[in-house]
Structure formats: structure tokens, C-alpha cells
């Protein structure tokens, strides 16, 4: 089962920080290999004192209580801002040692998530000694505290010296990545892969924190992490003034990415997005907007796409005489340091960025994030906007101005985040705002709703399962009928079919194909592989049993999740909803298909639709359509029946009263 939510947390700042980035002292030990954090010598020798928030507090108590029932793999998500890096630093004394086991692995992704930790291990715990595995610096593995990066302690033979049994605690950092190849060695090292009951597992107990436990391509998080023991969304946060209120505008780009094809994480790929996105026009459109909306904000942050196009839009501010600067994963890292720090100390108002800003920021005073990217992906999304919610002296709020909100099905946008249209267009809107239109468009739904079926030439009838029918002039009707396919295709690249009872159906042109079904307990949504069996076999399907390739708890995740699988298994070009092929006109054998369940008169031409259109017709045919409507038809005319025996009945109860006269006796 998935498990879900959303991503990072960097430490908050405590009133009297100075702004700017820590050096850590390193003290290396006799070989060049190996090195080491020390506290400095001077000091209190017990753990830094800070005053935790209640829920600070309560997310410990949740994890030390879980622990104490005997689970072992658990998860916190926390929203951005919350003062991740404070919980679990405060965790790591509060988990007793068990067997003698007594050290704590921290473990990331990114070099400054690594530098964070450590440096909040050493403040809090003078008295340990505190390693670093990372790059050229080799942990001696015997430390109190060993910060790793998951990339170098997985190199080599660097896992090895790490012995499982002297280990109390692992912390995973931006744990939405736990289930990459990386973390799975790792874990399996420390024997926290495989358990029924984990009472009598001699591992350590693990934690993972991140402000999302949802991956876009689906892959199960539930593999790794058996609990979420605790949940703080950013909303709430907002509500309780943990975090800065935003406010957020929306603004319609004229982008076509329907030609821009997933990449391997299921998001847009990036070169391709670049072409459609990076444009002289669409540059000048973000520059203008920003002009408009937010040429009063101090610090801006944007987000781009690629490379070329952090150039080229910087380049564009600077046309309009607009001090902006830039930095990349190339940013050499003194240059990248000290633009962060001008940034922070306010030298300028843009800074324009792609993929570094996206986890482990800590930049407070950020009081505008502008979205110059487009994405599939609401995790990303909201790791975008989660830059902006840090509370700072001075700062009322963060203005969101999102510039992809209606470019094209599929795309997340800030109204998404409100279960709200993704092209809904905002202005001004602060989060109680976008609540408010969220409820006011539900109820204008319901009124449309309402409407809509006074219109109806005949109610609605709902049939056992997940589906309401319309009563059509003919199964014919039903099968062309393309509005269940809308909403999936809003979500997917792919062309999936709506075939009822909330299933949808996608197939491939070597007759294997994905259903993704509601599940029987009604609490999530299945994806089932089907496999055609080879020519020849005995069999009484044609089709191997079906496997069960991924669960969702909700359908845009199992969406996901069907679709990463399907770009696996499945030859691109018969599966994507926008292949030219599917708009050229049916083929004579697709028509001959759909005629044999047609009547003479009402027969189809090739000329009549396209291929991808006779298609989607000939899997709702074979998938069942067909049978529903034939279900449909004989429970309506047994209703029918029952209704004229009722009437006739009654009529031969009822006493027989003449119009006219009496007659008097």
C-alpha cells in the first residue's frame, strides 16, 4: 500500500542566528582517509539545550511509542519548515541502546543534507564523536554518530566497516528516496529489508523523514517503511503559524507539451520540455509577469527547467534591468556559496535556479518562488513551494506565481494542491482563499450536477459496483462513449480506456494489458498485469493468471504507479495517447471489428473515425462494455415489467367508477 504525503524540512533558524553558511571543523585522523566532526572545546558538555514545539515533541513521543510495541520500520512526514533536522537530532538520545548497541547512522542523498546533519549532531552532542562518510572523507565506523551521503557509503567496499550489530538507530533523510537500488543494499545490509515480526530481529530501528511519502512513478514505499507514525501537513503548519502564509497567482503560458514525453521518473523529460518551454516569447511572458505581480518582493526564487534555460531567463531579467544571478549543479562550489549568501543578505532580488533548490534549502527570507516549470509531479510541486513557507523576520507572506497552471493534461499546478482544477486561474489567492473557492466550485458542481440530470431524456441508474450508467439508445452509444476516458488522460500520457465499474483498461498491440480496478475492501485502487500466454499452451484463458504489479491509496498515485510499469513492459508507440498514428482513419480490419456487433444500417466506415478512436471502441468492447450494457438493458426491462404487473393489478383492485348520473334504486 502506498503511503502517502509530502517532502523535506530543513532546520529552522532561531532567533539571533547569524544568516550565512557554517563551516564544520573537521579533524582527520592519522591517515588522509579518514575524518572526523569535533565539537569545539569550549562549551557546555551536555546537549544543546533548545525548547522543542509541541508537535516537535509529540512526533517523538509517537516514534518512541511505536518502538516500544516492537515495530521497527517507521516514518515521519513532516511538511517544509517543521524542523526535521532538530526531531531527529533530539531522537537519537531518546532511543536506548539494544544489545550493546549504541551508534546512529544518518543517512542522504545530497551533500548539503549531509553537511545539515552533522553540523546540528555536533552542536547537540558535544561529548560524541560525530564522522563523516562523504566523498574523500572516510568514517572510521566506530563513531557515536557517522552522517552519510547514500552514494559514497554504497562505493566500493565502504559499507563493510559499518557493523550491524553496534547499531541502534538508522535516519533517513528526504525519505521518499528509500526505495531506490542504493537504499535497498543498504538496508538489506542491516537486516531491515525482510521481517513478519520484527521482536526478535536483531537490526536496528530504522526511521525515515521527509515531507512526502509519494513517489511519482509509483514504486511502493510500503516495501520499506511499515508505519507513518506521524503526520504534520504544511496547511495545518500554515493554520498554526508554524509557517508563512502564501499567497498565490496563476498565470496561462501558450505551451503545447502534449508532444513532450515522460522521462524515466514519469515527469516531463527534460530536454524535450526545454524546446517547448525555453522560447523567446515564454521568457519574456515570465519576466513581464513577475514585473507585474511581484517587482516589490525582495528575494524571488525561481525554478527552470534546464541549464539553457536558467541562461536564458536570467539573461532576459537583466534585459529588463533586473539584478538577477543564477546557480546550477555546475556552480562551482565557492561561486554557489557566496550567491547564496549575497541572496540571503538581500544584494539581489532573483535568483534563478534548476533542480539544486528543490531539498535541503534553507534560505528563510525567500518571500516569492516563481514556478517557470512545468511538472507532473505534486511532490515536486510542493518541494518547489515549500522554499518560500520559512518564517522570517519582516516577511508577511510568499508569493507563489505559478506560470504552467493550464499548459496541458496531466500538469500539476498550485489549484492542485487545493483540489481544484489544475487550469483554474487565481489571483491574490492566500491558502483560506483557495479553500473558499474550492468549496464554492464544489457546490457549483453539485448545482451543474443537478441540472445536468433534469436535461437527461432518463435518470441515471446505478448498477452493484463503482459506476452510475446513463441509459443510451444502444450499446453502440456506450461504446463510442469516450467521457470516462477524460479524467485519467487528464493525469496520464497514456491511452487508457474507461471501461466501467470504475476500471480502465490499457493495451498494447501484443494483446497483453494493465487494468487498474478499485479494490475489494474500497479503501484503494489495484493494477493488474494481464500476460497473453504463448500459441499453444492449454489453457482455458488465453491470459496467464493476472499479477498484481502495484496498490494506491489513491487513483492518481495508482495511476502513477500503472504507468511506470506500462513504460517498462510496453512499446511506447502503441501505448501513448498523442502517437500521430491515432489520428489517422480506422483501418479496414478495426471496422470490420466494430460491425459485426452493429446493424446493417448503422454500419461504420474507415472514414467515419480514427484509429485511435476505433481502438479505444474495440477494448471497451472486448473488456466487458458490451455486457454492462446488455446487464443494464435486462434489468431495465425486468423494471419495466415489474412496473406494468403493478399497475395492471392495481387497476383490477381499484373499483370501477362511471362517470355520469346516479341512478337512484
Given at each position: 500500500m502506498?503511503?502517502?504525503?509530502?517532502h523535506?524540512?530543513?532546520?529552522?533558524?532561531?532567533?539571533?542566528?547569524?544568516?550565512g553558511r557554517?563551516?564544520?571543523?573537521?579533524?582527520?585522523a592519522?591517515?588522509a582517509?579518514?575524518?572526523?566532526?569535533?565539537?569545539?572545546?569550549?562549551?557546555?558538555?551536555s546537549?544543546?539545550?533548545i525548547t522543542?514545539?509541541?508537535?516537535?515533541?509529540?512526533?517523538?513521543?509517537?516514534?518512541?511509542?511505536?518502538l516500544?510495541?516492537?515495530?521497527?520500520?517507521?516514518?515521519?512526514?513532516?511538511?517544509?519548515?517543521?524542523?526535521k533536522?532538530v526531531?531527529?537530532?533530539?531522537?537519537?538520545?531518546?532511543?536506548?541502546?539494544?544489545?550493546?548497541?549504541s551508534q546512529?547512522?544518518?543517512?542522504a542523498?545530497?551533500?548539503?543534507?549531509v553537511e545539515?546533519?552533522?553540523?546540528?549532531?555536533m552542536?547537540?552532542?558535544?561529548?560524541?564523536?560525530?564522522?563523516?562518510?562523504m566523498?574523500?572523507?572516510h568514517?572510521?565506523?566506530?563513531?557515536d554518530i557517522?552522517?552519510?551521503?547514500?552514494?559514497?557509503?554504497m562505493?566500493?567496499?565502504?559499507?563493510s566497516?559499518?557493523?550491524?550489530?553496534?547499531?541502534?538507530l538508522?535516519?533517513?533523510?528526504?525519505?521518499?528516496?528509500?526505495?531506490?537500488?542504493?537504499?535497498?543494499d543498504?538496508?538489506?545490509h542491516?537486516g531491515l529489508?525482510q521481517?513478519a515480526?520484527?521482536?526478535?530481529?536483531?537490526?536496528?530501528?530504522?526511521?525515515g523523514?521527509?515531507?512526502?511519502?509519494?513517489?511519482?512513478?509509483?514504486?511502493?514505499?510500503?516495501?520499506?517503511?511499515?508505519?507513518?507514525?506521524?503526520?504534520r501537513d504544511?496547511?495545518d503548519?500554515?493554520?498554526?503559524n508554524?509557517l508563512?502564509?502564501?499567497?498565490?497567482?496563476?498565470?496561462?503560458?501558450?505551451?503545447d507539451?502534449?508532444?513532450v514525453?515522460?522521462?524515466?521518473n514519469?515527469?516531463?523529460?527534460?530536454?524535450?520540455?526545454?524546446?517547448?518551454?525555453?522560447?523567446?516569447?515564454?521568457?519574456?511572458?515570465?519576466?513581464?509577469?513577475?514585473?507585474?505581480?511581484?517587482?516589490e518582493?525582495k528575494?524571488t526564487l525561481?525554478f527552470c527547467?534546464?541549464?539553457?534555460?536558467?541562461?536564458?531567463?536570467t539573461?532576459?531579467?537583466?534585459q529588463?534591468?533586473?539584478?538577477?544571478q543564477?546557480?546550477?549543479?555546475?556552480?562551482p562550489?565557492?561561486?554557489?556559496?557566496?550567491?547564496?549568501d549575497?541572496?540571503r543578505n538581500?544584494?539581489?532580488?532573483?535568483?534563478?535556479?534548476?533542480?539544486?533548490?528543490?531539498?535541503?534549502?534553507d534560505?528563510?527570507n525567500i518571500?516569492?518562488?516563481?514556478l517557470?516549470?512545468?511538472t507532473?509531479?505534486?511532490?515536486?510541486?510542493?518541494?518547489m513551494?515549500?522554499?518560500?513557507m520559512?518564517?522570517h523576520?519582516?516577511?508577511?507572506n510568499?508569493?507563489?506565481?505559478?506560470l504552467?497552471?493550464?499548459?496541458?493534461?496531466?500538469v500539476v499546478?498550485?489549484?492542485?494542491?487545493?483540489?481544484?482544477?489544475p487550469a483554474e486561474?487565481?489571483?491574490?489567492?492566500?491558502?483560506?482563499?483557495?479553500?473558499?473557492l474550492?468549496?464554492?466550485?464544489?457546490?457549483?458542481?453539485?448545482?451543474?450536477?443537478?441540472?445536468?440530470?433534469?436535461?437527461k431524456r432518463?435518470?441515471?441508474?446505478?448498477?452493484p459496483?463503482?459506476?452510475t450508467?446513463?441509459?443510451y439508445?444502444?450499446?453502440?452509444?456506450?461504446?463510442?462513449?469516450?467521457s470516462?476516458?477524460?479524467y485519467?488522460?487528464?493525469?496520464s500520457?497514456?491511452a487508457?480506456?474507461?471501461?466501467g465499474?470504475g476500471k480502465?483498461?490499457?493495451?498494447?498491440?501484443?494483446?497483453?494489458?494493465l487494468v487498474?480496478?478499485?479494490?475489494?475492501?474500497?479503501?484503494?485502487?489495484?493494477?493488474?498485469?494481464?500476460?497473453k500466454?504463448?500459441?499453444?499452451?492449454?489453457?482455458?484463458?488465453?491470459?496467464a493468471t493476472?499479477?498484481?504489479?502495484a496498490e494506491?491509496?489513491?487513483?492518481?498515485?495508482?495511476?502513477?504507479?500503472?504507468?511506470?510499469?506500462?513504460?517498462?513492459?510496453?512499446e511506447y508507440?502503441w501505448?501513448?495517447?498523442?502517437?500521430?498514428?491515432r489520428?489517422s482513419?480506422?483501418?479496414?480490419?478495426?471496422v470490420?471489428f466494430?460491425?459485426?456487433?452493429?446493424p446493417?444500417?448503422d454500419?461504420?466506415?474507415?472514414?467515419d473515425?480514427?484509429?485511435?478512436?476505433?481502438?479505444?471502441?474495440?477494448?471497451?468492447?472486448?473488456?466487458?462494455?458490451?455486457?454492462?450494457?446488455?446487464k443494464a438493458?435486462?434489468?431495465?426491462?425486468?423494471?419495466?415489467?415489474?412496473?406494468?404487473?403493478?399497475e395492471?393489478?392495481?387497476?383490477?383492485?381499484?373499483p370501477q367508477?362511471?362517470?355520469?348520473?346516479?341512478?337512484?334504486?
Amino acid at each position: 500500500m502506498y503511503l502517502f504525503c509530502q517532502h523535506a524540512l530543513r532546520t529552522l533558524r532561531r532567533p539571533g542566528n547569524v544568516p550565512g553558511r557554517i563551516l564544520l571543523p573537521i579533524r582527520r585522523a592519522s591517515t588522509a582517509t579518514s575524518s572526523a566532526l569535533v565539537a569545539p572545546q569550549t562549551g557546555p558538555k551536555s546537549p544543546l539545550q533548545i525548547t522543542l514545539r509541541e508537535y516537535q515533541e509529540e512526533c517523538i513521543q509517537s516514534v518512541l511509542s511505536y518502538l516500544d510495541k516492537g515495530h521497527k520500520r517507521l516514518g515521519v512526514s513532516l511538511a517544509t519548515g517543521s524542523g526535521k533536522t532538530v526531531i531527529f537530532t533530539h531522537l537519537i538520545d531518546r532511543i536506548p541502546s539494544i544489545r550493546d548497541a549504541s551508534q546512529t547512522l544518518i543517512l542522504a542523498h545530497r551533500r548539503e543534507l549531509v553537511e545539515q546533519a552533522a553540523r546540528h549532531c555536533m552542536l547537540a552532542y558535544p561529548q560524541k564523536r560525530v564522522d563523516i562518510e562523504m566523498g574523500n572523507n572516510h568514517a572510521s565506523g566506530a563513531a557515536d554518530i557517522t552522517v552519510a551521503s547514500i552514494q559514497s557509503i554504497m562505493s566500493g567496499d565502504r559499507l563493510s566497516k559499518f557493523d550491524p550489530t553496534r547499531y541502534k538507530l538508522v535516519l533517513v533523510d528526504e525519505a521518499h528516496h528509500i526505495v531506490s537500488s542504493q537504499y535497498l543494499d543498504l538496508l538489506s545490509h542491516f537486516g531491515l529489508r525482510q521481517a513478519a515480526d520484527w521482536t526478535d530481529v536483531p537490526a536496528p530501528a530504522l526511521v525515515g523523514v521527509s515531507a512526502t511519502f509519494s513517489r511519482f512513478d509509483g514504486r511502493k514505499l510500503g516495501s520499506v517503511i511499515d508505519h507513518i507514525v506521524y503526520h504534520r501537513d504544511y496547511v495545518d503548519m500554515i493554520e498554526e503559524n508554524w509557517l508563512s502564509d502564501v499567497i498565490f497567482t496563476t498565470v496561462e503560458m501558450k505551451a503545447d507539451l502534449t508532444q513532450v514525453r515522460p522521462g524515466a521518473n514519469g515527469d516531463f523529460q527534460t530536454a524535450a520540455l526545454s524546446k517547448v518551454i525555453d522560447t523567446e516569447e515564454t521568457n519574456d511572458l515570465v519576466v513581464k509577469s513577475w514585473l507585474s505581480r511581484a517587482k516589490e518582493r525582495k528575494s524571488t526564487l525561481a525554478f527552470c527547467v534546464d541549464l539553457s534555460h536558467v541562461s536564458n531567463l536570467t539573461a532576459k531579467f537583466r534585459q529588463y534591468g533586473i539584478k538577477a544571478q543564477f546557480v546550477t549543479g555546475d556552480t562551482p562550489k565557492k561561486i554557489r556559496s557566496a550567491r547564496v549568501d549575497a541572496f540571503r543578505n538581500g544584494d539581489f532580488p532573483v535568483l534563478l535556479n534548476c533542480g539544486v533548490f528543490t531539498e535541503g534549502t534553507d534560505i528563510p527570507n525567500i518571500d516569492c518562488v516563481l514556478l517557470a516549470r512545468p511538472t507532473k509531479s505534486r511532490n515536486l510541486l510542493v518541494q518547489m513551494i515549500g522554499r518560500g513557507m520559512r518564517l522570517h523576520k519582516g516577511k508577511q507572506n510568499c508569493h507563489i506565481i505559478d506560470l504552467v497552471a493550464a499548459l496541458s493534461t496531466g500538469v500539476v499546478s498550485t489549484p492542485t494542491l487545493f483540489g481544484l482544477d489544475p487550469a483554474e486561474i487565481v489571483e491574490n489567492a492566500d491558502s483560506q482563499a483557495m479553500m473558499e473557492l474550492k468549496e464554492r466550485k464544489e457546490k457549483e458542481n453539485e448545482r451543474e450536477e443537478a441540472a445536468a440530470q433534469v436535461e437527461k431524456r432518463s435518470a441515471a441508474r446505478k448498477l452493484p459496483g463503482t459506476v452510475t450508467f446513463t441509459d443510451y439508445d444502444s450499446v453502440h452509444d456506450l461504446i463510442a462513449d469516450t467521457s470516462g476516458d477524460q479524467y485519467i488522460r487528464r493525469i496520464s500520457d497514456f491511452a487508457w480506456v474507461g471501461i466501467g465499474d470504475g476500471k480502465f483498461v490499457l493495451t498494447t498491440n501484443g494483446g497483453n494489458y494493465l487494468v487498474i480496478e478499485p479494490s475489494l475492501t474500497g479503501d484503494g485502487f489495484l493494477v493488474k498485469y494481464y500476460r497473453k500466454l504463448p500459441s499453444g499452451v492449454k489453457s482455458k484463458s488465453p491470459y496467464a493468471t493476472p499479477r498484481i504489479v502495484a496498490e494506491g491509496d489513491s487513483f492518481e498515485h495508482a495511476v502513477h504507479a500503472a504507468d511506470t510499469f506500462a513504460a517498462e513492459v510496453f512499446e511506447y508507440m502503441w501505448i501513448s495517447k498523442s502517437q500521430s498514428w491515432r489520428r489517422s482513419p480506422a483501418s479496414q480490419a478495426q471496422v470490420d471489428f466494430l460491425n459485426k456487433f452493429r446493424p446493417e444500417e448503422d454500419h461504420l466506415k474507415p472514414t467515419d473515425l480514427t484509429k485511435g478512436k476505433a481502438g479505444d471502441m474495440i477494448t471497451r468492447t472486448k473488456h466487458g462494455t458490451r455486457g454492462k450494457y446488455d446487464k443494464a438493458s435486462t434489468k431495465k426491462r425486468i423494471e419495466v415489467r415489474t412496473r406494468e404487473r403493478a399497475e395492471s393489478l392495481r387497476s383490477k383492485l381499484q373499483p370501477q367508477i362511471r362517470v355520469g348520473p346516479l341512478q337512484h334504486q
